[in-house]
């Protein structure tokens, strides 16, 4: 029968077979084999014989149960499901009109994992398959000519047949007959044998291919597998040359695999799929790595070859994505090495093997890298050497990613770089020859490279020293940097060469690496977390030494002595190298003061060469200040040094910066120790010549200048005794210092008075208490230097001295054509004189004449201690209170200070180190704060071979004397008494400076010792001053009061700032008002009415006087007293933080206390007040998060109470403070407070200021947020979740929909609206009913009420009622309605419960029958009773709708009663309203009335003929068709 069959089909391709029963008999379990091996040769035959549809309807069962089936049989079976696939070629398929649910309901084998496994095998087969005339285009070589290719590829596409196969497997040109052509390769990613699986008894055409291909990507996205189990599908139909195919794997890996968004659908992650990725790859043969490549016919039939370059380009990107790629090993290794070394690689892939191979070195573990990690550096330090010759851009882009791998696996392996010093000389190397292109990639590399020689030691470390310090010097940017960056990285901060390195990296042109080596001149930062070590700095000289060793010139100038100093010699570093080097040696040497006295002439030679003509002003004063502070800590050595280069000396008095002029008269005073007297007055006399004559131009001013302050030291030198000036040499210099006091130039007749202070700190000035004649106190008229040089000249020097030509040894004042015995002084000759010309240049204008002449003064009371020095001083040092300028109110506090006696520093230190100011003097010694001054006060000594005591020899236990102590009352009087508590603001702020300038440098006086309770109250009552620099005074105040107190009065000090923090009333003393009191900052109040400003006592009296309302004068006092609550609050905290520091455990109890209140303030509207509160939460807390988990309740609670509070700015705070406080809160620690913030977040969104309504919208999304988190199952638990729902829902009803504010209304809405589509139907279903009601009556109380008034007056306003009422009708579609229905008021109420029913309709189907009769009921009745035609439209669709689901009773009674309502005579409204009811039951439920439809023709034909027959008006065409 089969061969009868057989004979009949056989060439009569129209003859069809019955392939569904051919497949039943198939599949059927009773079939023998035999059956099904003969069914399987006519399914095979009838697929060739069906049409598409056909084909592609039996694809279900030729893949059902594909695993049990024999090899041969899934093999054709596979074949053929994949020849039905190509109906699912099109886009407009017929399976995209199912959902993927129910494509894939049709196709039972892909519930199965072994069926769908092997479906997806197969289809990852035919989708790499190639046919012989696109293989030149997915391969990098083929044995066709491409030219011979595309030809048959277009041949094949026109006669669509196809492609005939050689007898090897090989396809061959049409008509040949197998013995020329000889077989084609392999498609890359296939075996021979699977080839011949995909082609079956013929190869498939190209366009046949395509279909079938094509098919199989939309078979597998209209069945929606997963997005890993058709990734390989979907990457090799992207690399697919055919242009189709290709778009379309795009486009599926970007919709369902999203491998382009930061989170994937595919799990990159997964060790299966990242298998299946390198092994196709890689195939199942071995990689050559060059030399002879491979022929065809040496690869075994069953062995899979690589895949092509397109598709492994793509596998790359995704393998750079993973981490579990990372750690497939030695997979990931053999694919880099593959990349780069293949036969058939290209640039691209090599730049992404090695982007790979950056990728593996990161994340891959150590167990699995380290093995093979010298394998790997190998080959990329060979890959490094081929590609150096080659410039083209991916070449370069190629060593880039090369060099990037390598520092990346130093990272990792540093053992194999750390002996190897070859690779960094290398890399350094190739810093200056790279193109720009590469070396931002090398200098990264380098960057790395430097982890793996960290700690290296010996040769190495003296290898890598040497390649840094050429690299330092290179001309390309690139290595200068990365040298400074090894040296910071590789070595200790006590490496000598690392710091050098680094010194001469501080002065390049690019400020990278100037930056980078000024860090790393700097002591490393603490890093948190790190064990803290002492920081160690290099030796003197050591540091010394070695410098010494890398520049010969420095080592030539200090083996030259202290004989000939040559200025002219260049310098030998760049002046910005050179002032960081310099910088840095003084750092070592104050931190290694074993011997502080000795002096190093290898050091003292470095300094003098940064002294040459050809360094910077800048080098200058760094080298000379640095100078002083060796001749400091050994005066008489340096001396000795230095006293034959008395002229290099005053060359620098004459420098253009003021600070090299200052030292350098410091200098000069120090190497008077070693100079003879004779020696002194010509050096003295030389001096006073520079500015003598006052002529400016004769003399320029730096030389004036630099020449008084240089006599002052020398003076004040000689006022010690040692050098032995006579007296009158003495007296003439001091006069003509007081000469130049006159000086037209105000800033040199400062000067001249600061040199007279210099004088002063050693004792009374040698002149008259009070004015005598010029002539008496003047000395004999001495010898000139003319007549006095020869017999210097002759005269024997002393050997401790040599011999200096340009001194004299007599005293000779250089006059202006002649010389004269000294300038004339009249009355100036006396101390008392003196100091009225110093205190008079207190009242000039400029701000630094006034510091000078301010510290001269007290220098003077300070060394001379007499009412006739100190009346004057006070009275001039009191009057500048008035002045506005801080700088010159901590000037005069310092000075008070010292006239007040007991200054922690001496003359030798004010006189002969860099001191500029107590201030600062105390804080380069180590003393912070104020209170470690104080703590350090009576331990500081000087280092002067004959130390002195303090200023004015006063210790604890030393009495003062009667005219000082006088002084010291009248200070203390002044001070507290009257300048804190005066009416104008300057001059509190002055007493305050003041004060705390006393408490602060003078703390442990006797004097002061009992006052300290005085002392506190006094800035206690400045806490709450306007000006700023006032609060913060007082506040640092309270910080020393506290370190000098005992415990009662540290405790008393914590009572009463803790009060003035929370709030309290505290103890003012009054303050007598004045008409220019300023009550007011400027500006705060605005103008008067008539213009001008209101902020003194003078002008709001006026206003008040003005606006006939007297008593406004209290209100505003009133308002006064409330700013000077916020300031105390402010001040207070300033002097908390301080304090908190100090007082440690003795906070403990008020921490619970502050914390609330704190945490308000750090968000209070006042920025001044914010940044102090922040800065004390910042001492006071040192773990935030935690502090503020501990107090979460107290903090609430106080937010909550105050943002129902008097005070807007704490109705402000509180807003912003708790929108911060609620961030990441969980239902547990909100459930009991929930409900009270929403009530008075809502209460604040109607708050009268705008600023709180502001900051009440931001914290209603905050709370909104919060509470969507809190009422979201998917997030919180879901008992939580139905807790947070009953909670805000009912209470967002209650007073948020229901409020008349509308931002309120708005925010309550907003909020319903959100948490409906967040929270689950068990959430929301217990509050349905209350939902529903207030919903829907609030229709029409948000409706704008103007709309009522238009449809009232519409004939007024000329519209139509109809069209007024459908526009008011649609802007009610706005709200969802989600409720129960329920009759409402209003226009928008009644129709949007008309609309809620359709909605409820729509959704709930056949599930509202049992409610139907109810709901048309309502609707019939509601629609018969109103007025509106708009409502009974909308009430009409309602009953339509609902009728659909209604029972035929039901329908047939709602039918009666609209006949009824039709046949009503004289009613119009009652027709219409019927005629409304038919057209909507023929539109939304023609199928159930139809058979109601007899009764409406009946009564429509009785009444057709009716001049006004409503049906035909009301009723729409196709509904009067249905009809008729």
């Known amino acids: 029968m089969l061969s009868h069959v057989n004979k009949r089909v056989r060439g009569h391709d129209q003859i069809k077979l019955p392939l569904d029963a051919l497949l039943d008999l198939y599949l059927t379990d009773a079939s023998a084999p035999l059956v099904k091996n003969f069914a399987i040769v006519y399914i095979e035959m009838a697929m060739e014989r069906s049409t598409e549809d056909q084909q592609a309807a039996a694809v279900a069962k030729l893949l059902l149960n594909i695993s049990r089936q024999s090899g041969q049989h899934q093999h054709t079976l596979l074949r053929l499901a994949i020849v039905g696939l190509e109906g699912l070629a099109q886009a407009t398929s017929k399976h995209q009109q199912n959902t993927e649910e129910e494509f894939a309901a049709k196709y039972a084998f892909l519930q199965s994992t072994a069926d769908r496994a092997k479906f997806l095998d197969f289809a990852t087969t035919v989708m790499l398959y190639q046919p012989a005339a696109l293989l030149p285009r997915v391969m990098h070589t083929a044995s066709q000519n491409p030219a011979e290719a595309l030809g048959q590829l277009i041949q094949s596409s026109i006669t669509g047949g196809p492609l005939a196969r050689g007898p090897s497997g090989g396809v061959l040109s049409r008509g040949s007959s197998g013995s020329a052509a000889g077989p084609l390769p392999t498609p890359p990613g296939l075996a021979r044998q699977d080839v011949s699986l995909v082609e079956g008894k013929a190869a498939p055409s190209v366009n046949v291919l395509q279909k079938r291909k094509l098919g199989i990507l939309n078979f597998t996205a209209a069945a929606g597998l997963e997005p890993g189990a058709a990734l390989l599908l979907y990457l090799i139909a992207a690399a697919d040359p055919q242009d189709p195919v290709s778009r379309r794997g795009e486009e599926l890996l970007r919709k369902r695999c999203g491998l382009d968004s930061p989170k994937p659908s595919v799990n990159l992650e997964d060790s299966a799929l990242m298998a299946k990725l390198f092994n196709l790859f890689q195939g199942s043969v071995q990689p050559n790595m060059g030399g002879a490549s491979q022929e065809a016919a040496a690869v075994p039939d069953d062995q899979t070859l690589p895949a092509g370059v397109l598709l492994q380009s793509r596998l790359m990107n995704l393998l750079t994505k993973s981490t579990a790629a990372a750690n497939f090993f030695p997979g990931a290794v053999q694919v880099i090495l593959s990349c780069v070394y293949g036969t058939t690689t290209t640039v691209r892939l090599k730049q992404q093997g090695m982007e790979f191979a950056v990728w593996v070195f990161k994340h891959a573990d150590d167990a699995q890298l380290q093995p093979h990690s010298n394998v790997i550096l190998q080959k990329l330090l060979q890959l490094l050497n081929e590609e150096g010759a080659s410039s083209d851009t991916p070449t370069l882009t190629l060593r880039g990613f090369t060099y990037q791998a390598v520092g990346q696996l130093a990272k990792r392996a540093p053992q194999l770089f750390q002996k190897d010093t070859d690779i960094a000389a290398q890399f350094f190397s190739a810093l200056s020859v790279e193109p720009p292109g590469v070396r931002a990639a090398l200098q990264e590399a380098v960057s790395t490279l430097a982890v793996a020689y960290k700690g290296c030691s010996g040769d190495a470390a003296a290898r890598i020293e040497q390649l840094l310090l050429g690299s330092i010097t290179s001309p390309q940017e690139a290595s200068r940097l990365c040298a400074v960056q090894w040296a910071n990285r590789l070595f200790p901060f006590q490496h000598v060469p690392a710091r050098y390195i680094c010194a001469l990296a501080a002065g390049d042109i690019k400020l990278e690496i100037k930056e980078e080596g000024q860090s790393g001149l700097k002591p490393p930062k603490y890093q948190p977390g790190a064990a803290q070590m002492k920081v160690i700095y290099p030796q003197l000289g050591a540091m010394v030494s070695y410098t010494q060793s890398r520049q010969a010139a420095l080592k030539q100038a200090a083996a030259t002595g202290r004989g000939s100093l040559d200025m002219s010699k260049p310098l030998p570093l760049q002046p910005k190298a050179y002032l960081a080097l310099i910088t840095f040696l003084r750092e070592c040497r104050k931190q290694h003061t074993d011997d502080p006295k000795s002096v190093s002439q290898d050091y003292l030679g470095v300094l003098e060469h940064a002294l040459v003509k050809d360094a910077t002003g800048e080098l200058h004063v760094t080298a000379i200040q640095a100078l002083l502070e060796v001749a400091s800590d050994s005066p008489e050595q340096c001396a000795g040094l230095y006293r034959g280069q008395l002229s290099w000396l005053r060359s620098f008095l004459t420098h253009t910066d003021a600070t090299a002029r200052d030292t350098a008269g410091k200098l000069c005073g120090i190497v008077m120790l070693a100079v003879k007297p004779e020696s002194a007055e010509a050096f003295l006399t030389e001096l006073i010549a520079g500015f003598g004559d006052h002529d400016v131009k004769k003399h320029k001013f730096e030389v004036q200048d630099g020449y008084l302050g240089g006599t002052g030291y020398v003076l004040a030198q000689a006022m010690t005794g040692q050098p032995a000036l006579s007296k009158e040499a003495q007296q003439q210099a001091v006069v003509a210092l007081c000469d130049a006091l006159k000086h037209s130039q105000h800033a040199l007749a400062a000067t001249a008075a600061a040199a007279l202070g210099c004088a002063g700190l050693r004792g009374p000035l040698p002149l008259p208490d009070t004015p005598t004649p010029a002539a008496a106190s003047l000395p004999e008229k001495p010898q000139s230097s003319s007549e006095a040089a020869p017999e210097a000249k002759r005269s024997k020097s002393p050997p401790q001295e040599p011999p200096s030509a340009s001194v004299s040894s007599t005293f000779t004042v250089k006059g202006t054509g002649a010389e004269s015995s000294s300038p004339a002084c009249d009355d100036m000759a006396s101390r008392q004189s003196a100091m009225q010309r110093i205190v008079a240049l207190?009242?000039?204008?400029?701000?630094?004449?006034?510091?000078?002449?301010?510290?001269?003064?007290?220098?003077?009371?300070?060394?001379?201690?007499?009412?006739?020095?100190?009346?004057?001083?006070?009275?001039?040092?009191?009057?500048?209170?008035?002045?506005?300028?801080?700088?010159?109110?901590?000037?005069?506090?310092?000075?008070?200070?010292?006239?007040?006696?007991?200054?922690?520093?001496?003359?030798?230190?004010?006189?002969?180190?860099?001191?500029?100011?107590?201030?600062?003097?105390?804080?380069?010694?180590?003393?912070?704060?104020?209170?470690?001054?104080?703590?350090?006060?009576?331990?500081?000594?000087?280092?002067?071979?004959?130390?002195?005591?303090?200023?004015?020899?006063?210790?604890?236990?030393?009495?003062?004397?009667?005219?000082?102590?006088?002084?010291?009352?009248?200070?203390?009087?002044?001070?507290?008494?009257?300048?804190?508590?005066?009416?104008?603001?300057?001059?509190?702020?002055?007493?305050?400076?003041?004060?705390?300038?006393?408490?602060?440098?003078?703390?442990?006086?006797?004097?002061?010792?009992?006052?300290?309770?005085?002392?506190?109250?006094?800035?206690?009552?400045?806490?709450?001053?306007?000006?700023?620099?006032?609060?913060?005074?007082?506040?640092?105040?309270?910080?020393?009061?506290?370190?000098?107190?005992?415990?009662?009065?540290?405790?008393?000090?914590?009572?009463?700032?803790?009060?003035?923090?929370?709030?309290?009333?505290?103890?003012?003393?009054?303050?007598?008002?004045?008409?220019?009191?300023?009550?007011?900052?400027?500006?705060?109040?605005?103008?008067?009415?008539?213009?001008?400003?209101?902020?003194?006592?003078?002008?709001?009296?006026?206003?008040?006087?003005?606006?006939?309302?007297?008593?406004?004068?209290?209100?505003?006092?009133?308002?006064?007293?409330?700013?000077?609550?916020?300031?105390?609050?402010?001040?207070?905290?300033?002097?908390?933080?301080?304090?908190?520091?100090?007082?440690?455990?003795?906070?403990?109890?008020?921490?619970?206390?502050?914390?609330?209140?704190?945490?308000?303030?750090?968000?209070?509207?006042?920025?001044?007040?914010?940044?102090?509160?922040?800065?004390?939460?910042?001492?006071?807390?040192?773990?935030?998060?935690?502090?503020?988990?501990?107090?979460?309740?107290?903090?609430?609670?106080?937010?909550?109470?105050?943002?129902?509070?008097?005070?807007?700015?704490?109705?402000?705070?509180?807003?912003?403070?708790?929108?911060?406080?609620?961030?990441?809160?969980?239902?547990?620690?909100?459930?009991?407070?929930?409900?009270?913030?929403?009530?008075?977040?809502?209460?604040?969104?109607?708050?009268?200021?705008?600023?709180?309504?502001?900051?009440?919208?931001?914290?209603?999304?905050?709370?909104?947020?919060?509470?969507?988190?809190?009422?979201?199952?998917?997030?919180?638990?879901?008992?939580?979740?139905?807790?947070?729902?009953?909670?805000?829902?009912?209470?967002?009803?209650?007073?948020?929909?229901?409020?008349?504010?509308?931002?309120?209304?708005?925010?309550?809405?907003?909020?319903?609206?959100?948490?409906?589509?967040?929270?689950?139907?068990?959430?929301?279903?217990?509050?349905?009913?209350?939902?529903?009601?207030?919903?829907?009556?609030?229709?029409?109380?948000?409706?704008?009420?103007?709309?009522?008034?238009?449809?009232?007056?519409?004939?007024?306003?000329?519209?139509?009622?109809?069209?007024?009422?459908?526009?008011?009708?649609?802007?009610?579609?706005?709200?969802?309605?989600?409720?129960?229905?329920?009759?409402?008021?209003?226009?928008?109420?009644?129709?949007?419960?008309?609309?809620?029913?359709?909605?409820?309709?729509?959704?709930?189907?056949?599930?509202?029958?049992?409610?139907?009769?109810?709901?048309?009921?309502?609707?019939?009745?509601?629609?018969?009773?109103?007025?509106?035609?708009?409502?009974?439209?909308?009430?009409?669709?309602?009953?339509?709708?609902?009728?659909?689901?209604?029972?035929?009773?039901?329908?047939?009674?709602?039918?009666?009663?609209?006949?009824?309502?039709?046949?009503?005579?004289?009613?119009?409204?009652?027709?219409?309203?019927?005629?409304?009811?038919?057209?909507?039951?023929q539109k939304q439920a023609a199928e159930a009335f139809s058979g109601q439809a007899s009764q409406v023709i009946s009564a429509s034909s009785c009444n057709f003929l009716h001049p006004h027959h409503i049906l035909s008006m009301s009723v729409a065409p196709d509904a009067q068709r249905t009809l008729v």
């Not at 002055?990 to 006052?1011: D, E, F, I, R």
């Not at 520091?1141 to 003795?1146: I, S």
């Not at 308000?1160 to 001044?1168: E, G, K, L, S």
């Open 842 to 1481: 207190t009242k000039d204008k400029d701000v630094k004449v006034v510091q000078k002449a301010a510290i001269a003064a007290g220098h003077c009371c300070a060394g001379h201690p007499v009412k006739a020095v100190l009346d004057p001083a006070l009275e001039a040092l009191f009057a500048l209170g008035f002045n506005k300028n801080e700088d010159v109110l901590f000037t005069v506090g310092e000075a008070l200070c010292f006239a007040f006696g007991g200054v922690p520093v001496s003359a030798d230190i004010v006189l002969r180190t860099s001191f500029h100011s107590i201030a600062t003097w105390l804080n380069s010694k180590g003393a912070g704060t104020t209170s470690e001054a104080v703590e350090g006060v009576q331990d500081m000594d000087t280092d002067s071979a004959a130390p002195s005591p303090h200023l004015n020899g006063h210790t604890e236990s030393s009495s003062d004397s009667a005219d000082q102590t006088a002084a010291q009352d009248q200070i203390i009087k002044k001070v507290m008494q009257e300048l804190v508590f005066h009416s104008r603001a300057e001059v509190r702020c002055a007493g305050c400076v003041w004060l705390l300038s006393l408490v602060s440098y003078t703390g442990k006086h006797a004097k002061l010792m009992p006052l300290l309770p005085d002392i506190q109250e006094a800035f206690s009552h400045l806490l709450g001053d306007q000006n700023e620099l006032t609060q913060e005074m007082a506040s640092r105040g309270m910080s020393v009061v506290y370190s000098l107190g005992d415990e009662s009065a540290q405790k008393q000090l914590l009572d009463g700032l803790m009060g003035v923090l929370q709030g309290g009333a505290r103890k003012r003393r009054a303050v007598k008002l004045t008409g220019e009191t300023q009550v007011f900052e400027e500006g705060s109040m605005g103008e008067a009415p008539g213009g001008g400003s209101l902020s003194t006592y003078k002008e709001l009296c006026a206003l008040a006087t003005d606006m006939g309302q007297p008593d406004l004068v209290y209100r505003f006092m009133d308002l006064a007293n409330h700013h000077a609550s916020i300031n105390s609050s402010r001040g207070a905290a300033f002097g908390f933080a301080s304090i908190a520091k100090l007082a440690g455990e003795q906070l403990g109890p008020y921490i619970a206390k502050l914390v609330p209140k704190l945490y308000r303030y750090q968000y209070d509207p006042n920025a001044r007040v914010r940044d102090s509160m922040s800065h004390i939460w910042r001492a006071l807390v040192t773990e935030p998060k935690k502090t503020v988990d501990e107090h979460f309740g107290a903090i609430l609670q106080e937010l909550l109470k105050e943002m129902g509070g008097r005070l807007w700015r704490n109705r402000e705070a509180s807003c912003n403070a708790l929108s911060d406080l609620l961030q990441g809160r969980r239902w547990p620690e909100l459930k009991d407070k929930l409900r009270n913030i929403w009530t008075m977040t809502l209460r604040a969104a109607d708050d009268i200021k705008e600023s709180v309504r502001g900051a009440a919208s931001i914290l209603g999304k905050t709370l909104r947020n919060l509470t969507l988190r809190l009422c979201d199952p998917q997030v919180t638990p879901t008992k939580e979740a139905q807790e947070a729902v009953g909670l805000a829902l009912p209470l967002l009803l209650e007073q948020g929909v229901t409020s008349q504010v509308a931002e309120v209304r708005a925010m309550g809405l907003d909020m319903i609206a959100k948490m409906v589509k967040a929270s689950g139907p068990a959430q929301i279903q217990p509050h349905l009913a209350d939902l529903s009601v207030t919903m829907l009556e609030s229709l029409s109380g948000m409706e704008d009420s103007r709309l009522n008034y238009i449809e009232q007056n519409a004939d007024r306003f000329g519209v139509d009622t109809d069209k007024l009422e459908n526009v008011r009708v649609n802007m009610s579609k706005v709200p969802k309605l989600c409720a129960l229905v329920k009759r409402g008021i209003g226009l928008n109420t009644r129709t949007g419960c008309a609309r809620f029913i359709i909605s409820l309709t729509t959704r709930q189907g056949a599930d509202i029958k049992p409610h139907t009769p109810a709901f048309i009921k309502a609707l019939v009745t509601a629609a018969r009773a109103e007025n509106s035609t708009t409502v009974q439209r909308s009430y009409a669709q309602a009953a339509g709708s609902v009728a659909r689901y209604t029972s035929e009773a039901r329908l047939a009674k709602l039918v009666e009663e609209a006949v009824a309502m039709y046949t009503t005579p004289g009613d119009r409204e009652a027709r219409l309203l019927s005629g409304m009811l038919v057209r909507e039951l």
